[in-house]
């Protein structure tokens, strides 16, 4: 059996892919910061699923949680094939509501974590001759919507960039940009979503099976659903002062608030 590391795995799209993943016979280890709903979710997993699922608490917005985690994907002995980077958050506000220490944890979370686990994970896979990661970013990635948005443009181009450096040794990067998704993370962060129409709504298990699919295929991209590609398509030909006014008022009304969503 092959080994998938998950983080942000308790709720949304981590979870989603945890159970995917168990359904097809892989070995789990869990990543996030509820301890408890981890446990609960590793007991499911392994009675439905008969796989092995590990526990790791760790808060990729402490260098203590992201050394935890580096240290389980460099385990030569306990190797991890599939990494999931789906842990992150947002900010709901304008540029100057929102606090600078709470945009520099986002860059922590978005950025400096998924750099390294992406790094110690790549690491051993290369010396195996196999492996691949999952870097979830977000539409919002593709069109200007401050720190939230560029940290994902981050995540896309530092996975892509990877990508062709480390084809070469059989191993596949793949950035996965969602839209929204249905999760209870809206409600865990106080949100209302009454005014965000039906038809921007995604099931985070099709976004789980398309992403696994286009991995599969080798693509370095993934956005999941032709709704959101063809608006992707429409951004690229809208002005970009246009398209900046238009994302930062969905931003401020629709965007997420707090940990362990997209």
Same mark, same amino acid.
């Given at each position: ?10 709720? *949304? ?27 609960? &979710? ?48 947002? &900010? @709901?506000?304008?540029?100057?509501? $929102? ?32 492996? *691949? ?12 919507? *401050? ?9 896309? &181009? ?7 450096? $480390?084809? &070469?040794? *059989? ?34 298990? @099709? ?21 959101? @590609? ?18 930062? @008022? ?13």
């Amino acid at each position: 059996m092959t080994t998938a590391l998950i983080t942000g795995a308790t709720s *949304g799209i981590g979870a989603a892919f945890a159970r995917r993943l168990a359904t097809e016979g892989h070995n789990l280890v869990l990543v996030a910061r509820d301890v408890e709903r981890l446990r609960e &979710q590793a007991t499911e997993l392994h009675d439905r699923h008969r796989v092995e699922a590990e526990v790791l608490k760790a808060d990729l917005a402490s260098d203590h949680g992201i050394e935890a985690v580096e240290k389980r994907l460099s385990d030569r002995m306990h190797p991890v094939d599939l990494l999931v980077n789906n842990a992150g958050f947002g &900010q @709901k506000g304008a540029f100057l509501d $929102v606090p600078v220490e709470d945009e520099l944890v986002m860059l922590k979370v978005h950025c400096e974590a998924v750099l390294r686990l992406t790094t110690a994970a790549v690491a051993g896979m290369r010396t195996r001759g196999r492996g *691949g990661v999952v870097n979830v970013a977000s539409t919002a990635a593709f069109v200007p919507r *401050g720190t939230y948005g560029a940290s994902k443009a981050w995540v896309v &181009q530092f996975t892509q960039g990877v990508a062709r450096d $480390v084809r &070469q040794y *059989g191993l596949r990067l793949m950035a996965l940009c969602p839209g929204f998704v249905r999760t209870e993370f809206h409600e865990r962060a106080g949100m209302g979503t009454d005014n965000i129409p039906g038809w921007m709504w995604l099931d985070a298990d @099709k976004v789980v099976t398309a992403a696994l699919a286009d991995l599969a295929r080798g693509r370095t991209i993934s956005i999941p659903d032709p709704r959101y @590609k063809a608006l992707m398509g429409a951004a690229k030909l809208a002005p970009r002062g246009l398209l900046g006014g238009i994302t930062s @008022k969905a931003g401020r009304k629709y965007g997420p608030v707090h940990p362990d969503g997209v």
